[in-house]
Nanobody
Framework: QPHLVESGGNWVQPGGSLRLSCATS????????IAWFRQAPGKEREGVSC????????NYAASVNGRFTISKDYVQNTVYLQLNSLRPEDTATYFC?????????????????WGQGTQVTVSS
C-alpha cells in the first residue's frame, strides 16, 4: 500500500522560501506520478504541480509557475516542492498524492493515494 508523508511546512514572511518534502514508501517512485495540491480554509483543493514517474514531465499551475519547482530523489524515495517568492495567497495545507502511472502528469485530483498534509503560512 503506497504511503506518503509530507513535511517542511512552516510560517514564512512574504518573499521567503520553503522546501516541502513528500516521503514515499510501499511503491517504486519511478512507477508513480506524484502531484502536490493545496487547500486554503474555505476554498477548494487546488492542483499545484506534478511530476511523472519517469521524471521527464512536470506541470505547474499558472499561479505558481516560475516560483515553485518540483523534483524527485529516487534514492531517498522523496519528492520535493521548492517554494520561492512566497505570497500570502500561497497560505494553505499542502498535500502530496500518487497514482500508478509512469508517464502521467496532470494536476487534477485523480490520484488515489494521499498524504495528511503540511501547513504553509505566509504572512508578515
Amino acid at each position: 500500500q503506497p504511503h506518503l508523508v509530507e513535511s517542511g511546512g512552516n510560517w514564512v514572511q512574504p518573499g521567503g522560501s520553503l522546501r516541502l518534502s513528500c516521503a514515499t514508501s510501499g511503491f517504486s517512485l519511478g512507477d508513480y506520478a506524484i502531484a502536490w495540491f493545496r487547500q486554503a480554509p474555505g476554498k477548494e483543493r487546488e492542483g499545484v504541480s506534478c511530476i511523472s514517474g519517469t521524471g521527464y514531465t512536470t506541470n505547474y499551475a499558472a499561479s505558481v509557475n516560475g516560483r515553485f519547482t518540483i523534483s524527485k530523489d529516487y534514492v531517498q524515495n522523496t519528492v520535493y516542492l521548492q517554494l520561492n517568492s512566497l505570497r500570502p495567497e500561497d497560505t494553505a495545507t499542502y498535500f502530496c498524492a500518487a497514482v500508478a502511472q509512469k508517464r502521467f502528469c496532470e494536476i487534477r485530483p485523480v490520484y488515489p493515494y494521499w498524504g495528511q498534509g503540511t501547513q504553509v503560512t505566509v504572512s508578515s
